[in-house]
């Protein structure tokens, strides 16, 4: 197959190109470290492994958009990480546009193309649904009204642009991704390292997570299913409240979870920021994957931590 991965080098596209590769597919992954257009085989990933392409996502197709032509999958995973700085208008301009004009590029190289790709995955966000409560949020239900929501909203409204080319569109609602290297786990971990780790204000608020390894299996079920259209939650079928996660990542790390960060310590350091990301919450479940048969590899939170710290 021939793999196309906007955000190829980033937390979930690094090992899913890889795992491609490793397949024997032929992937392309778009980057902005080249000239638009320019492509480099990655050394030591085999024939047809892994190819680097250059692009500038500015919302229009460009030189590079003839790779998307008569592929097999286009995976968008294009996008600034949310937690890095406070959301000052300046930076929610930069969170915006690198997802909105990412998407909409790889959109109109799609409706350029000479034969549609079979498949656009595009990235989205469990916040879609906004701060909701312990009420369970499925594919089906409406979205919120804060900034992440209407983000995510309208991120998704570009890549249904696509639709009617002849390539099924799939939106992925991704919730919190595990894993102890990179993304947000490392943070979290730190002041359990100090034996000062605990929930997060008052811990009821919902994490909707899921593990690395299950995001990237998923997107390849997804390339393989057909009858996979429209919003997937990307999570585990057992959300759990943030009191709960404490619970189970000193457990894994064998410390204690005492230690509660208050909310007004956390608006301080992050703004607007600690009410989207880190007090408030949404319990999602992945209703689509599981009426469609995906089988989770960590379908629960202590299965998950003992996967990621090898307990």
């Known amino acids: 197959m021939r793999i196309v991965i906007a955000g190829g080098t980033g937390f979930i596209g690094s090992p899913l190109a890889e795992v491609y590769a490793e397949e024997g597919h032929d992937v392309r992954v778009l980057t902005r470290s080249l000239p638009d257009g320019d492509a480099r085989h990655d050394p030591g990933t085999g024939k047809p492994g892994i190819t680097r392409v250059g692009w500038h996502p500015n919302g229009a197709a460009g030189a590079w958009s003839p790779i998307v032509d008569d592929a097999d999958a286009v995976i968008n995973l294009a996008g600034e990480p949310l937690g890095k700085g406070r959301w000052t208008p300046q930076r929610k301009a930069v969170l915006r546009d690198s997802r909105i004009l990412a998407t909409r590029s790889v959109v109109e190289a799609i409706r350029a193309a000479a034969a549609a790709p079979r498949v656009l995955i595009s990235s ?15 594919e089906d239900s409406p979205a919120g009204n804060d900034f992440l929501a209407q983000l995510a909203e309208e991120w998704e409204t ?4 696509a639709e009617g080319t002849g ?3 799939v939106l992925l609602r ?8 990179a993304g947000a786990l490392p943070r979290m971990m730190r002041p359990f390292r100090y034996f000062v780790g605990g929930p997060i204000g008052n811990g009821q608020q919902y994490t ?24 997937v ?17 000193g457990r894994a790390l064998r410390r204690p979870s005492l230690f509660p960060v208050p909310p007004v310590a956390l608006k301080a350091l992050f703004g607007e920021m600690a009410d989207a990301l880190l007090l408030t919450g949404q319990r999602v479940i992945p209703g689509k994957a599981q009426s469609h048969g995906y089988h989770f590899r960590y379908p629960e939170i202590d299965i998950a931590m003992r996967g990621i710290f090898g307990e």
């Open 167 to 169: 390539t099924r569109v």
């Open 158 to 161: 570009e890549a249904k642009k």
């Open 174 to 181: 991704t919730g919190l991704v595990l894993e102890k290297s």
């Open 124 to 138: 989205s966000a469990v916040g879609y649904y906004g701060p909701s409560g312990a009420e369970p949020k499925t």
């Open 208 to 231: 909707s997570w899921i593990h690395r390894l299950d995001v990237v299996e998923m997107i390849r079920w997804i390339v393989e299913t057909p009858a996979v259209i429209g919003a």
């Open 233 to 249: 939650n990307a999570t585990a079928p057992y959300p759990v409240t943030n009191r709960d996660f404490a619970r189970a990542l």
